[in-house]
């Protein structure tokens, strides 16, 4: 941990809510990457109001390829979903271990998608993107999460359906996703332009912009 | 309009030194502190406070002011459940302990007696803090501007500063809805503040009056709303919005 | 997540400007709505402090601490103060 800030008295008695690191609990040793601490609840964080579209007119579509596909809320519901257990690490220093979802693989979303884009910009209700390498969204990486601890993604933690991309620190995982770019460079989205990092790797501790 | 990195200023933060806690409520506490460069501050101001663990995690939360222009700084701050700043300062807190203040802050949601008004405050459960600041201010400086506070709570076990405002002086009504549970025989208010209750309290607007609304943003966005359809224009209506659990 | 208002970035602005800002005066660069800035929506829980215009919604001010800086940017507005 840093040392106490120049000037700053400590505070006799005060630490933060929940322990760090290795204190965590039985199994979680080596799950938790540098300069993050356990926690057990889960934190909603946002950059703007949240955004309600009726299903009736989400569609998640895929864009710059050579053939834009798009699918309706109906026809996304009828692709082969997969449930998972991953953790999930947010730039905040927050991880939390364990996490139970539902969704779509993007291995199913860009099946037979014919490109040659190495990048992709996922894009939201709201005006939020976030920029993810191709390679990082395939192979097991990547999906649009429509359930979560057991029932339907909640608005406030990005129902109808967010991007999930477990591996990479959590402001990726955008929230009330509608779709991705395909892109022949790099771009960055809402957080990277503001200083975060292009890529995020959370073992590398890629947080800022230079890390 | 551009873009700018700034390294922080140094100056800013000042060392508090906690000289004395009291209990509110069961879970709001007003603590008085020792801050040797105080410059004083005004009525509906705020600090901002900065707790230094001994691994070097600090955390900041911004608690408005409850005492009065001339008096020492007090915070009253009410736990939030699982707040670690809240619980820190309502249930570890004691005389002698250090944290820094920043402030005071706001220029806005401030009021002095050379305002005027009729007065219409209105708070939910903690934003009654910087309102109280206001009417301690109005009662040093023996000001007669009329005051009507409109303060809803969960229930009567919420409320703070009950005794204090149980006799709040000439000039002061004080209205409380209790929202959740009331005590037996209870005559007052019962709901959430709606545009009906706001009829019922509010100065009508013909008298120019001049609104303070403080509290958890989903009551602050209801009652100033309210305040605005029914004639208040919206410069006389001021707002402080606390999170949606009423502060950290 | 409720947002809160410009109150609560008071002392953060104060730092970044050098002055009292929680009524000064704001105009949306996208829809021109005029604003003190204590009336405008602000986004605590974030990798940032994201202020938005409360009738459209734009971004106007994001705050991001990096490292022992913080870096502001204002490109949402039209004016500022």
Redesign the interface.
């Known amino acids: 941990m840093s040392p106490v800030p120049r000037g700053s008295p400590v505070t006799r008695g005060f630490h933060r809510k929940r322990s760090a690191g290795s204190t965590g609990p039985a199994g979680s040793t080596g799950r938790i990457p540098p300069g993050q601490y356990l926690t057990t609840d889960f934190p909603v964080l946002s950059a703007g109001p949240t955004p309600r579209t009726a299903l009736s007119r989400w569609t998640f579509s895929i864009a710059g390829g050579r053939s834009p596909r798009s699918w309706t809320w109906e026809e996304f519901r009828a692709l082969p979903a997969e449930k998972l257990t991953t953790d999930i690490h947010c730039v905040t220093r927050w991880s939390k271990l364990d996490t139970a979802w539902e969704g779509v693989s993007l291995d199913v979303l860009l099946e037979g998608m014919e490109h040659d884009a190495p990048y992709a910009l996922a894009f939201c209700d709201g005006g939020y993107t976030t920029n993810v390498p191709v390679a990082d969204l395939l192979g097991g990486q990547a999906w649009v999460a429509f359930g979560y601890g057991g029932g339907p993604l909640g608005a406030e933690h990005g129902g109808p359906a967010r991007l999930l991309v477990p591996h990479l620190y959590f402001w990726k995982s955008a929230k009330w996703v509608r779709g991705l770019r395909l892109l022949a460079a790099d771009q960055p989205g809402f957080w990277e332009n503001f200083g975060y990092n292009m890529y995020g790797d959370p073992w590398r501790e890629q947080r800022y912009a230079g890390d | 309009m551009a873009r700018a990195a700034v390294r922080g200023r140094l100056s800013t933060w000042q060392v508090a030194t906690v000289a004395a806690v009291s209990s509110e409520t069961f879970r709001a506490r007003t603590l008085l502190f020792d801050v040797r460069e105080w410059p004083g501050h005004r009525s509906g101001q705020h600090v901002d406070v900065r707790l230094t663990a001994e691994d070097g995690y600090q955390a900041e939360r911004a608690y408005s002011i409850a005492s009065a222009p001339g008096e020492p700084l007090a915070l009253t701050v009410e736990r939030v459940d699982d707040g670690e700043v809240s619980s820190w300062l309502t249930q570890e807190a004691r005389p002698g302990d250090l944290m820094e203040v920043r402030g005071p802050i706001g220029g806005y949601f401030v009021w002095e007696p050379a305002y005027g008004g009729p007065l219409l405050l209105a708070a939910g459960g903690s934003g009654i803090v910087p309102l109280r600041s206001m009417l301690r201010a109005r009662s040093l400086a023996g000001s007669d501007v009329p005051v009507r506070l409109l303060y809803s709570s969960r229930s009567w076990e919420d409320v703070i500063y009950a005794s204090e405002l149980e006799f709040p002086g000439p000039g002061v009504q004080v209205i409380h809805t209790l929202t959740r549970s009331q005590p037996p025989a209870w005559t007052g208010y019962a709901r959430r503040v709606d545009q009906p209750m706001l009829a019922e309290v509010a100065w009508p607007v013909s008298g120019g009056p001049l609104a303070y609304v403080c509290g958890p943003t989903s009551f602050v966005e209801a009652v100033s709303q309210a305040l605005v359809q029914s004639g208040y224009p919206p410069e006389r209506v001021k707002t402080e919005r606390f999170g949606a659990t009423g502060g950290t | 997540?409720?947002?809160?208002?410009?109150?609560?970035i008071?002392?953060l602005l104060?730092?970044?400007f050098?002055t009292?800002?929680?009524?000064a005066a704001s105009v949306c660069?996208s829809c021109g709505a005029a604003r003190?800035?204590?009336?405008l929506?602000v986004?605590?829980?974030?990798?940032?402090t994201?202020v938005?215009c409360r009738s459209c919604?734009s971004?106007l001010m994001?705050f991001?601490k990096?490292?022992?800086?913080?870096?502001?940017?204002?490109?949402?507005?039209?004016?500022?103060g």
Do not use: F, K, S, W
């Open positions: 997540m409720e947002a809160v208002d410009g109150n609560a008071g002392g104060h730092e970044v050098g009292e800002m929680t009524d660069g003190q800035v204590a009336e929506a986004y605590l829980r974030a990798p940032g994201v938005r919604d971004v994001v991001v990096i490292h022992d800086r913080t870096c502001v940017d204002l490109l949402g507005l039209a004016t500022l």
